[in-house]
């Protein structure tokens, strides 16, 4: 995760292992290149993800559990931000493993779980998918801005601030309870 850190995705297999002290053929043991690596590190990102997600959710109040999840990912996000974009970047275009496929449905799933709990619906209710999706969308987004410096120079930390956007989105658009009218919205 290092070297990920340091380069993003430009780094050869023959330069990880020499950072972990291996022959250059000892990483083709485990991967049968450098896309099946960012693969299995971009999986491995999902289940980190999740994971935190899930013990924030836990330690939270039963009704600010979604938003202790929408925090754990902008948090995620500005801690991890090389693995983060891997996980939503460039290797989704050139196809996805099976791993790697189970664990980012796995994360959505953990989301669609808390929303339904919220909604106090059932997890395969289409409004659950829908609301699901819009609070995705609204973490993801602010965590990008945040990512790519776009919160900077507004009078206050980027993560704060990027919290704070989040929470008066709840707060004001109801964004997990609002009705679907199966429509655009005017």
């Known amino acids: 995760m290092i070297l990920l850190a340091e380069h993003g995705g430009e780094f050869s297999l023959r330069e990880l292992a020499r950072r972990v002290e291996v022959t250059a053929n000892a990483c083709y043991r485990h991967f049968a290149n450098k896309d099946a690596l960012l693969m299995a590190l971009a999986a491995e990102g999902f289940r980190r993800l999740r994971a935190n997600q899930a013990k924030a959710e836990e330690k939270a109040a039963k009704d600010s559990r ?102 008066e989105a709840v707060d004001q658009v109801g964004l997990y309870n609002y009705p679907s009218t199966g429509g655009h919205h005017e």
Do not use: C
């Open 66 to 167: 979604l938003l202790a999840g929408g925090y754990s990912y902008l948090h995620f996000a500005h801690d991890n931000p090389a693995l983060f974009r891997l996980m939503f970047g460039g290797i989704q275009s050139r196809g996805r493993s099976e791993e790697l496929e189970e664990a980012s449905r796995a994360s959505f799933d953990t989301l669609k779980m808390a929303v339904a709990h919220v909604q106090g619906k059932q997890v395969d209710d289409s409004s659950v998918s829908r609301a699901a999706l819009r609070a995705w969308g609204l973490v993801h987004g602010l965590s990008h801005l945040l990512l790519d410096g776009l919160l900077e120079g507004q009078g206050e930390d980027p993560l704060i601030l990027a919290e704070s956007a989040l929470q």
